[in-house]
């Protein structure tokens, strides 16, 4: 996977993603283009779409919009799991997500996207495992239990922490 | 000083902004108020400080102000620092700056670090950005990770070793011994990552896909746990065992037997186990499906697998789902070539999809098409595809119009057939045919002798019904030009039009808006070379010194030209033939020109009275030895001139001279010459000077 773009029907970016190097201005210029391309398409249209020498494969999920440019060898259909995957982490996470839950936290969907995808590829099928592992390093965040014995020599410095 | 506003709360503050203005004055007094807080270099509230300039450049705003505050929270203790430093990294920094290098202590630092998710946050963000440097620095370390037992690092390290492979390639080595035997997890997050790993490896270098060929019969077993192992809520995706993983196996597999015959046969029966237990009733099992069949095509399958390979792809067309049928034709653009019966088969429902909704559908169903055409199915496939070319989309027109071209020119079952096909592009899709089109097609119709008559009577009845489409037009022009006589000598099938109006026609051309210069170029020049074939020569001569004074250069010039033929040789207007000949060569010159498209053409004639009278069988010579014709025009950066005389010592023999000259300061390359020889049979011979 190239990148990875969130945004509402009327074309906020939500999240971005990048796994190829590219200066700010030239990743402006894709996001544009790109969102405005996928918001012209019709609803019966399929869910891919040749875009410079890219693919994309983009999804609607109530009013936001998922979109991954993925190189020619990879597996279309795939990446639509890979797209429903990332949506069902986020829906366990926040209980129900929606639009707001992304926007309100954008910093804890970027957690879980790095959590789940590495480089642009899955790092662990199991949504048990990733989620598990969002939790445990939430905790080292809000140190408000006791920690696991790995990183209790964290404890001590975290209890000045001042929430986001 | 006040703590600085909380995340969530700017969040909500700048949606409550109800112009692009307020919000832009809510942001740079944010902004303003951050810049403060980082130089008295606040500790405690530099976390929150980044996240919320993480927040406004999102909404698009610069926030390079805080880059080196993310370095200084990746440096620090706190857990909550070094997860917004790493992101802010990741968002902020790219590689390049010189500022991302400074980094790299820090990276190294934390994949050494006694937390797991520490480590974890230094190998997905050298994963993710970094440099080449960065790699080449950390590489070692990750090496170390990859050899963990810890399978959370573990994934991570295969993961972040194939960017590290990506930048620096020679590397790659290094990874080797710690790949002995990842394949042997149980942990499938370590197995999906290393067999990425693993794919990236073998398809950078011809050696390592040698040494992990033999790791083929232990994917086999694995693919086949998958499949034949119960029901596994970990992994499972709607009754699909692990299909991620599946996925990427059969990728590897394809890698790995490609050009091999044993491992293409260790893997037969795997694929063709996949290819028929895997259910279909989802988009998950179709993902499976589809990374089967690419890998069957790709490797050396036995034919029994290719045809079940291509009927999946069959049976994917008549799919519900759109995004299924999109790559099924996809597939079939790629194996068309080599499997080109299987795939004929399924030519009914793939010219179906031509009448799709969706644009890509519609596109590779096109072009699927065209690679199906041959001479059995030529008729029915080119009624589809014309009915096609009918209603399309613009953007399509122009394709399928070379296609129609290309296909009639191949697989014409008639001459008649072929023609009547031209005319319904021109007639139908006429504007959107390519320039080149029209020379070619000029010289298909030269070379169809016997239908010559045919076609300057459709092509002149379609010139009665439409003169906007250009590309027709000139075709027409062209053709009534020549084939003139034909036209109202009786040898059509129907009523032929007379002379008068033929011209009127022509003429028409000449003062319609719709026409284009060029296509003034084609009409002057038809009327003028009807003035050998027709009678009304007064008509023409009238039209011809109109246009003697028209503001159009060009038309000025060519008029101009044929005036002088008219005065020069009234005495020999009687000997059509001859005349026939010289103008004929002169028409060569221009249409030559014309088809070049050169807008600044200028065709010269300097002409002297001749000294001796004509004498059979030498006059065209004759002509010639007092007239010099030449022509000169300029195409993008091409120069061509053409000059006209008569040989020295032997005199039978005309010297058509062209300089063609390079005037750009850039090569030009694929430079064609191609000469035809006017209808008067003479020899042509050609040197390259």
């Known amino acids: ?50 875009w410079r020498d890219l693919k994309v494969v983009y999804k609607r999920y109530a009013s936001l919009y998922f979109c991954c440019a993925i190189e020619n060898q990879d597996n279309e259909l795939i990446t639509l799991e890979i797209i429903h995957r990332y949506v069902e982490l986020l829906d366990k996470y926040f209980g129900s997500v929606c639009e707001l839950d992304i926007i309100f936290n954008f910093e804890k969907a970027y957690f879980i996207l790095d959590e789940f995808l590495l480089g642009g590829e899955a790092q662990d099928t199991s949504k048990k495992n990733v989620l598990k592992a969002i939790e445990q390093a939430d905790l080292l965040q809000e140190c408000r239990r006791e920690p696991p014995l ?10 000045t922490e001042k929430p986001l | 000083m006040p703590a600085p506003i909380r995340l969530r709360e700017l969040i909500r503050t700048i949606r409550t902004a109800r112009t692009q203005a ?70 902020l920094l790219d590689e390049r700056q010189d500022v991302h290098l400074l980094m790299t202590n820090c990276i190294k630092n934390d994949l050494n670090h006694s937390t797991q998710y520490v480590q974890g946050l230094a190998l997905c963000t050298l994963g993710c950005m970094g440099s080449s440097e960065m790699c080449r620095d950390l590489a070692g370390e990750v090496e170390k990770l990859l050899k963990t037992s810890n399978s959370y690092l573990r994934k991570k390290a295969a993961l972040c070793a194939v960017h590290v492979i990506r930048k620096v390639p020679e590397l790659m080595e290094m990874f080797l011994p710690a790949t002995k035997n990842l394949l042997s997890e149980k942990n499938h997050g370590v197995l999906h990552t290393s067999v990425v790993l693993l794919t990236e490896m073998c398809e950078r270098s011809p050696d390592m896909l040698l040494h992990f060929r033999k790791l083929v019969p232990q994917l086999v077993r694995i693919l086949k746990n998958l499949i034949m192992s119960g029901y596994s809520p970990e992994h499972d995706v709607s009754g699909i065992s692990d299909p991620f993983l599946q996925v990427r196996i059969l990728r590897l597999l394809r890698i790995l037997g490609r050009s091999d015959d044993d491992s293409s046969e260790a893997m037969n029966d795997i694929l063709a186990q996949v290819a028929t237990n895997t259910e279909t009733s989802k988009n998950v099992g179709n993902a499976i499906l589809y990374e089967t069949v690419l890998t069957i095509m790709d490797i050396k399958s036995e034919s029994g697998l290719r045809v079940l390979a291509i009927n999946i792809l069959g049976r994917f067309l008549l799919n519900n789902d759109k995004n299924i049928r999109y790559v099924a034709l996809t597939s079939l653009l790629k194996t068309v070539q080599t499997d080109h019966n299987a795939v004929q088969r399924h030519r009914s429902t793939i010219v179906d999809c031509l009448k799709d909704l969706d644009v890509s559908i519609k596109r590779r169903a096109m072009e699927l098409s065209f690679a199906l055409v041959n001479g059995n199915n030529i008729r029915g496939m080119m009624k589809e595809l014309l009915y096609f070319l009918d209603s399309c989309d613009p953007e399509f027109k122009a394709d399928c119009a070379s296609g129609v071209f290309l296909a009639a020119e191949k697989y014409a079952p008639s001459k008649r057939w072929h023609i009547d096909t031209i005319m319904r592009v021109l007639t139908t899709a006429g504007s959107y045919v390519r320039d080149d089109s029209v020379p070619n097609l000029i010289q298909l119709i030269t070379n169809s002798v016997e239908m010559h008559a045919y076609t300057v009577q459709r092509l002149y009845k379609a010139l009665l019904d439409d003169i906007s489409q250009q590309p027709l037009v000139q075709v027409s022009s062209w053709c009534i030009g020549e084939y003139g006589d034909l036209l109202v000598s009786g040898q059509c099938e129907e009523e032929e039009p007379i002379q008068d109006e033929v011209l009127d026609v022509l003429e028409g051309l000449l003062v319609s808006n719709l026409s284009t210069p060029v296509t003034r170029g084609y009409s002057l020049t038809a009327i003028m070379k009807l003035s050998t074939r027709f009678s009304s020569v007064n008509r023409i001569k009238k039209v011809v010194s109109i246009y003697g004074s028209s503001i159009d250069v060009e038309l000025q010039q060519r008029a101009v030209e044929y005036n002088a033929l008219f005065k020069k040789y009234d005495h020999m207007r009687f000997n059509l033939d001859v005349l026939y000949d010289l103008v004929s060569l002169l028409f060569q010159a221009n249409d030559l020109l014309d088809l070049l498209g050169g807008n600044d053409v200028m065709p010269v004639i300097q002409t002297t009275l001749p ?36 040989a ?41 000077v």
Not at chain 2, 36 to 58: I, P, Q
Not at chain 2, 654 to 682: G, L, R, W, Y
């Open chain 2, 648 to 688: 020295n010592p032997n005199p039978n023999i005309a010297v058509i001279t062209i300089h063609a000259t390079n005037t750009t300061e850039a090569d030009m390359t694929e430079f064609v010459f191609q000469a035809a020889v006017p209808k008067v049979s003479h020899d042509l011979s050609v040197t390259f």
């Open chain 1, 1 to 50: 996977m190239q990148f990875m773009l969130l945004f509402s029907r009327q074309g906020k970016l939500r999240l971005q993603k990048w796994y190829v190097p590219l200066s700010d201005k030239e990743k402006k210029k894709i996001t544009r283009e790109l969102v405005q391309t996928v918001l012209a398409r019709k609803p019966k249209m399929c869910s891919f779409l040749e």
């Open chain 1, 150 to 159: 790995t990183v209790c020599f964290l404890s001590a410095q975290l209890t």
């Open chain 2, 22 to 91: 307020e919000e832009r004055e809510m942001i740079q007094k944010e902004c303003a108020a951050i810049r403060s807080s980082f130089r008295e270099e606040d500790n405690t509230y530099r976390c929150r400080n980044v996240a919320k300039l993480l927040y406004m450049h999102m909404l698009g705003y610069p926030a390079h102000f805080g880059q080196l505050e993310c370095l200084k929270l990746i440096a620090s203790q706190k857990f909550t620092d070094k997860r917004i430093g790493y992101l802010g990294a990741m968002l």
């Open chain 2, 611 to 646: 000294t001796k009278p004509a004498s059979a069988g030498g006059e065209l010579l004759d002509l010639l030895g007092d007239l010099s014709l030449s022509g000169r025009t300029t195409v993008n950066g091409l120069k061509i001139e053409f000059t006209f005389e008569r």
